[in-house]
């Protein structure tokens, strides 16, 4: 998925909110749903100009509620600019079906004299670009009978795809495909951005993703609640300031990381090098002492210590400001005691990887203060004690779940990140494939750690450094390509993000 991501609002909302902004802006503010649906048209037909000038033939699927509509209005746009259309409308008795916007679009198209064929098994697209206009926002079970066979003939054809407001077949809550979707190269999306457009499968669908709030005035906005926020560049410039002319590392923070178990020492080296990256005045290791000269070599900055027991660990605890437990930390012994020794600390502290296990595992109530969870789905679902399946099909609900039955901040990492706090849902739309890899979330764990420790309160340090993450493997992606992306490529273009220079690069 390719984000245009500085023209994306920042508020996401589910497809309720968004029927509840249609309702407002036609009857509180007089805007006739028609002319909504003609501004559509215009917009999206707009970024069709725009990306296929050389147009000569475009094939549009409308199916027969409001997002057909817009496609109707569209067909007739192209139409009018000399544009051969081939106007697929699915459903038999098609014009019978048409009710308020939707018949008026067909209605101002007919009398162009725009000629429709209705949808049969085989029929072949022959425009060079397809229009998706079959499903909306409303569609709530499983695409069935022809809009399935629509789908399936969209899917394997060989043109671009421009998808109008949702690829047809996604849900706008959760990004789920609802049996199967349109894979569209192209979406334009109005009035409100959806939040399942930004995760789970849905960025798998949505291709370039464009947003269009058809003029609509701000105080359509004000009554209608926000689902979620999309953490975006602003918020990286207010919580990330430029250092003062005058700092000394004891202004940026202490942060202690506590893991390596035997074999396993990366892990938590990465979140130490990470944390220091992310801008921590002091990085501290506890790990295995078979460590040392492996973390010596590799990061000198990190003042690494070989830990044994809970005692060494309360000294270095008394000095930190924050604490990363997890990284490699294992499910033994060992593990076991660091992890039960940081829990019964005052400091601020982000759970990770093994530390996530091992609080699955028992009964141990966690501190009332400052922390932070970063699971993925699988850990998210031994933490619910449910599967992986159910974790991705509603991401948004169940990381209110794990909020409400851990507290402090969960970030349910994953394609659209989501950060909870028990009060707001933050969502990072920034990332790529290449980040599935090994020891990306140990990074995320240093980047989060060093915020923590600067003194962010645990919410801002989960989404900023979700952000931050998140674009600093862009970053490397944009240079090298996903492929082969290494959790320490990061290490040299966190700052970049960090310092606000990354588009300079």
Same mark, same amino acid.
């Given at each position: ?257 506590? #893991?390596? !178990? ?5 892990? =938590? @080296?990465? +979140?130490?090098?990470? *944390?220091?990256?992310? $801008?921590? %005045? /002091? ?22 210590? #070989?830990? !044994? ?5 309360? =000294? @270095?605890? +008394?000095?930190?400001? *924050?604490?990363?437990? $997890?990284? %490699? /930390? ?176």
């Amino acid at each position: 998925m390719s984000i245009n991501r500085e023209a994306l609002p920042s508020t996401l909302y589910t497809a309720e909110q968004c029927r509840a902004l249609d309702r407002t802006a036609i009857e509180q503010f007089g805007i006739p749903g028609f002319r909504l649906m003609q501004r559509a048209g215009q917009a999206a037909w707009a970024v069709i100009g725009q990306r296929w000038p050389l147009l000569r033939r475009i094939s549009i699927v409308c199916g027969a509620g409001n997002n057909g509509g817009d496609g109707l209005v569209i067909a007739g746009l192209a139409w009018q600019a000399g544009i051969e259309v081939q106007l697929v409308v699915v459903g038999e008795r098609y014009a019978e079906k048409l009710r308020g916007e939707a018949l008026e679009a067909w209605q101002w198209l007919k009398g162009f004299g725009v000629s429709a064929e209705s949808w049969q098994p085989g029929l072949e697209f022959n425009g060079e670009l397809i229009v998706d206009a079959l499903l909306g926002i409303g569609l709530s079970g499983l695409v069935r009978g022809e809009a399935a066979s629509v789908i399936a003939q969209i899917n394997r054809c060989e043109q671009p795809v421009l998808a109008v407001d949702i690829p047809s077949g996604l849900c706008a809550d959760t990004g789920a495909e609802l049996g199967m979707a349109v894979r569209a190269d192209l979406t334009v999306t109005f009035i409100a951005l959806k939040q399942g457009l930004l995760t789970h499968q849905g960025v798998d669908h949505v291709g370039t993703l464009l947003f269009d709030g058809l003029l609509l005035p701000e105080e359509v906005f004000e009554d209608v609640p926000v689902s979620a926020f999309r953490t975006d560049s602003e918020d990286l410039r207010e919580l990330m300031p430029p250092r003062p002319a005058s700092s000394h590392k004891g202004m940026f923070g202490h942060l202690l990381v506590v #893991g390596g !178990d035997l074999g396993m020492g990366g892990a =938590a @080296l990465m +979140a130490s090098q990470a *944390a220091l990256r992310a $801008g921590a %005045g /002091l990085v501290s290791l506890a790990t295995r002492e078979e460590h040392l000269m492996a973390a010596l070599t590799r990061v000198p900055e990190v003042m690494c210590h #070989g830990v !044994d027991d809970a005692e060494e660990l309360e =000294a @270095l605890l +008394a000095k930190a400001d *924050a604490v990363v437990v $997890g990284p %490699g /930390l294992g499910q033994g012994v060992w593990g076991r005691r660091m992890f039960e020794a940081v829990l019964e600390s005052d400091k601020p502290m982000l759970l990770d990887a093994d530390a996530l296990n091992l609080l699955a595992q028992s009964d141990i109530q966690l501190p009332e203060h400052d922390w932070v969870l970063t699971p993925h789905p699988g850990e998210a679902a031994r933490l619910l004690d449910t599967d992986t399946a159910d974790i991705q099909a509603n991401r948004f609900e169940q990381v209110r779940e794990l909020q409400g039955r851990c507290g402090g901040t969960v970030v349910l990492k994953g394609a659209g990140t989501l950060s909870c706090d028990g009060d707001v849902i933050h969502l990072c739309s920034d990332g790529n494939p290449g980040m599935a890899t090994a020891g990306m979330g140990d990074v995320l764990s240093g980047v989060i750690g060093g915020l923590l420790a600067r003194g962010m309160p645990a919410v801002d340090a989960a989404r900023i450094g979700v952000l931050v993450h998140a674009r600093a493997a862009d970053l490397c992606a944009r240079h090298f390509g996903a492929g082969g992306l290494l959790a320490t490529d990061l290490m040299n273009t966190i700052p970049l993000v960090i310092n606000g220079l990354e588009e300079n690069v």
